[in-house]
């Protein structure tokens, strides 16, 4: 261990498909979340972590800048080509973590799609930097190419991390030899600013309005298969909340999009704020940090983006997730929470007694919440420390430094 008078050696830890600045503060707390876990295990190894953000190019401002972080996003269009500046960036790691994108590595989203995430694995292995793929839903595989590209890099990696259990299940289905480790969303241990105390008396109840559920998804045609009617649900919550007595009705963007108006939560919830008066709309959140510090002070929450879900369970406040996809069951249910809606096989009024049953009894939720926690905890903790392994088997000192 170095001198404590001593600067500490630096390890350069490339993360691909985080990002500082996504619009979606889901990718957002994925990415600050897991800086945190790996400055604190760099430095259980006795050394600084210096890390580079490689992911994709967005417009807004970055969530924070510190000495420590280098955001370097670049063009898809950049990583196919094997000279250049990702080439030049995966030179300079000692060690590269891939998130995906919390859910990204699978091919439901077409060729390019798998192909631009596979070849940042491909890269890294191809440059000799020891991989991990970070805490996320790997999967489906289901097109005849996917499997054996996807088997390929995963089998050449230091560890693969699943974020839940049929994630977990489904990586031994596809015969993989690395060593996988089950843990949990990384986002759970995102940091926030506790809520000031109150007694005004009001129950504030936060509802996420998914802006790409609400038209539709990317073909304005139920893209998503929901059983219901996504806009009338939302409507029936709004209407409910709005007029009950005592309650506080807030309207929580989680993926807030100047650009891309078809995935903006935050028009669609200033529209119904004007059709529902009385409701209060949230602000556009700097950061993914200042959302979770924001969904804290809430008393009860519901939502459809699964990364604002995860910030109300994670902060305490009692939840009733609506899922429309497999990842929501996958990471609570691998917590042993079982209150979550399912907007793809219920009909709205499943939906609805879902969330009324939650509202009335959340006291029971948030002690269910808080003994998941402690699960949560120790599985953060298992991949810091797997995470501080693969750090401290690097060499001890390295030609490329940030």
Known sequence: MPNSSSPLPKVTIGLFWHSMNSDNLGVGALTLANIEILRRAARTTGREAHFLILGWRDPRPDYLTAPDIEHRPFRTRHLMRPGGQVAADIARCDIVFDIGGGDSFTDIYGFKRFLTIWLS???SLAAG?????????VGPFDKWWSPPLARAVMNRSAFVTSRDAPSTAFLKELGLRAEILETTDVAMGLPYTPPALRDDGKIRVGLNVSGLLFNGGYTQSNQFG???????????????????????????????????AVEDDQRVSAALAEEF??????PVFASPIEAKSYIAGMDFFMGARMHATIAAFSSGVPVVPMAYSRKFAGVFGTLGYDHVAD??????DEILARIEAGFADRDRLAQEM??????????????????????????ATSPRRA
Do not use: W
Not at 129 to 137: A, C, E, G, I, M
Not at 245 to 252: Q, R, S
């Open 121 to 123: 694995k491909a890269r």
């Open 277 to 282: 008066p009385g409701t209060m709309l949230a």
């Open 129 to 137: 930097k020891p991989l991990v793929l970070s805490p996320q839903t």
């Open 370 to 395: 808080a003994q998941a926690m402690r699960g949560v905890d120790a599985r953060l903790g298992a991949y810091e420390a797997r995470a501080a392994q693969a750090i401290a088997a690097l060499p």
């Open 226 to 260: 929901l059983k219901g009617d996504y806009p009338g649900l939302i409507r029936e919550i709004v209407s409910r909340f709005s007029t009950r007595d005592g309650v506080e009705l807030h309207l929580v963007g989680h993926v807030q999009s100047e650009h891309i």
């Open 343 to 348: 907007c793809k096989t219920d009909s709205n």
